[in-house]
């Protein structure tokens, strides 16, 4: 999620504390149900899919509908809201999150549904960097605002951790669509709250809007994404595919170029020079693949395979969710004090490890390795996500750290996205016969890529935080111009004679 720290108002004009934590609740209240959303879902995939007689891609397309839009238009309302108002968008997604999240629940076919979750997601692009910022112009203290975004930070996290265990007593309890219409009275406060309390905010100097980048990102995930969904269904070989494919690798090719020309681009591939934030990005990708298919398989193993209810199924979920929430604040603590390089390789051992028990799952596997495995994946991912962000600004002008911060929070979308059609195409395209007695020996594969996902972050954070990649950094920040970021790197810096 975008963590851009735009110029704040002036410390005498600040509202009081009480205003100030009161707005920070409303921040936390809204972003607490865009996050719940990226994993709340997925408990339910099996009540929709009978209920709307929806094909295994289907269930894909309910999860990635949302993460696509979202990743491909967070930076867009970053700016947006910085030009036309902060409240004024922030209030905007509120309105449009409540009605998708209204509208999912009444969703009379999988199509509709499918439609209506990208409503929520554009709602939901509208908040997340919004409230971030909105959180920086209203804590102008440097203690306050570390305070602040730290609380933010944990709102998130425990929203996408309890997501499959709330899920499973709203789906047991009251259906499906439960799991849409709670959102409706949360926004809906929060839309009333916001207009009373949150005042109105714009950056003195926004950044200038990028249309034909933010279209070629927009072709580039929705057509690559889609390509890989639908595949199996349509043949890899038919000219809808081929069509999907070529499309994608044309605006992969064309972003580039065209971001290059721009004055102010949507992203400036400059910043990829810089190895610490390229592996920043590569890591989130890898990380947040292999929640996405983690979540999929998992919920699709608990319910279809072993047959358990929802709320059994969510409690399942309990050691993971439990292992994210302990080692969530200390991975933030470790990067404080002696950098990302500690909490990068224990995440990748931790995913790969979870990966490797789940490559021996069968339909009747011992309650004991599924515990373990589930504890593994949530000590590796509750210790991924402050190094990603700490790596991705690392040596970066501070005019520039908010946007290498939005790009490795976009890079989380978009890796949940590929993660889904990914993992779920190459599992579900392998099941013979039931779903019941084929499905955990054809999850061998996914828990497979998840142990390549696991070790390929091992491997970054050794190399992104060694001596040679800050000096990347350095050479960046350099052509960029500006004061660039202090973040602790974990190793000696190398000395400037050797960073030319």
Known sequence: MPEALPPTAA???????????????????????????????????????????????????????????????????????????????????????????????????????????????????????????????????????????????????????????????????????????????????????????VPESRAPRPRRLDPVGQLLMVVLLGCGTAAIIEGPANGWTSPLILTLAATALAALAAFPLWERRVAEPLVDPRFFASAPFTGATVTAVCAFAALGGFLFLNTLYLQDVRHYGPVEAGLWTLPMAGMMLVCAPLSGRIVGSRGPRLPLVAAGLGLAASGLLLTRLTADSPSGLLLVAYALFGFGFGMVNAPITNAAVSGMPRAQAGVAAAVASTSRQVGQSLGVAVIGTVVTSAVVGPLAVGFAPASHAGWWIVVGLGSAILVLGLVVTTSWAGGTAARVAARLGGEPVAVRSGVREAPPERLR
């Open 11 to 197: 410390p005498e004009l600040a509202p009081g504390r009480r205003r100030r934590l009161l707005v920070l609740a409303i921040c936390c209240l809204s972003l607490f149900i865009v996050g719940l959303d990226n994993t709340v879902v997925n408990i339910a995939l099996p009540a929709i899919q009978r209920d709307l007689d929806a094909p295994a891609s289907g269930l894909q397309w309910i999860i990635d509908a949302y993460t696509l839009v979202l990743a491909s238009l967070l930076m867009l309302f970053g700016s947006v809201a910085d030009r036309f108002g902060r409240r004024r968008v922030f209030q905007t997604g509120l309105v449009c999150f409540a009605l998708g999240s209204l509208l999912c629940s009444l969703a009379p076919s999988l199509e509709w549904l499918v439609a209506f979750r990208a409503l929520q997601a554009v709602g939901g692009s509208m908040l997340n960097p919004v409230a971030m910022s909105i959180i920086a112009n209203t804590f102008t203290d440097p203690k306050e605002r570390a305070r602040a975004i730290g609380v933010w930070g944990g709102v998130v996290g425990i929203s996408m951790a309890l997501g499959p265990l709330l899920g499973g007593f709203l789906v047991d309890g009251a259906g499906w669509p439960s799991i849409f219409l709670i959102n409706v009275p949360v926004a809906l406060a929060a839309i009333l709250l916001t207009a009373r309390f």
